[in-house]
């Protein structure tokens, strides 16, 4: 019987209630985008992982997209994250003008999976 080829998706978020990647967590994978992260899990850390050193996620300190926010690309653990409203999240290059014109018009791509 031949193996069934399995198909992954990155880049792969996994979020943690608690600070040290600890407490109740949720996975999120591929372009995706939260507007308002608090109403659907609170999160205090996390890890974020992809095969492309290019995948980026971009955390905000407000909700859709508003107030500071950060780029993190490749590969990254943060083991406790304060004001982190709402995330945006791809497996290539988001450049920081990409990120100020998403503040601005609050659109994003079509291919992006927005909750």
């Known amino acids: 019987m031949a ?3 399995q198909h992954r998706v990155f880049p792969v978020l996994r979020l ?3 600070e ?3 407490g109740r967590s949720v ?3 591929g372009a995706v985008a939260v ?3 608090e109403r659907r899990f609170d999160t205090d850390s996390l890890r974020f992982f992809s095969t492309n050193p290019n995948a980026t996620l971009v955390i905000f300190s407000e909700k859709n997209f508003h107030g500071s926010f950060r780029i993190i690309r490749g590969n990254r653990n943060i083991r406790n994250i304060d004001d982190m409203e709402s ?3 791809a497996n290539f290059h988001i450049s920081e003008a990409q990120v100020r014109r998403l503040q601005r018009t609050g659109r ?4 992006f999976r927005v909750f």
């Not at 994003?108 to 291919?111: E, G, I, M, S, T």
């Open 27 to 29: 996975t999120v994978r």
């Open 87 to 89: 995330f945006v999240m």
């Open 3 to 5: 193996k069934k080829k």
């Open 20 to 22: 040290n990647y600890r």
């Open 108 to 111: 994003l791509p079509r291919f």
């Open 16 to 18: 943690f209630s608690e």
């Open 35 to 37: 507007r308002d992260l």
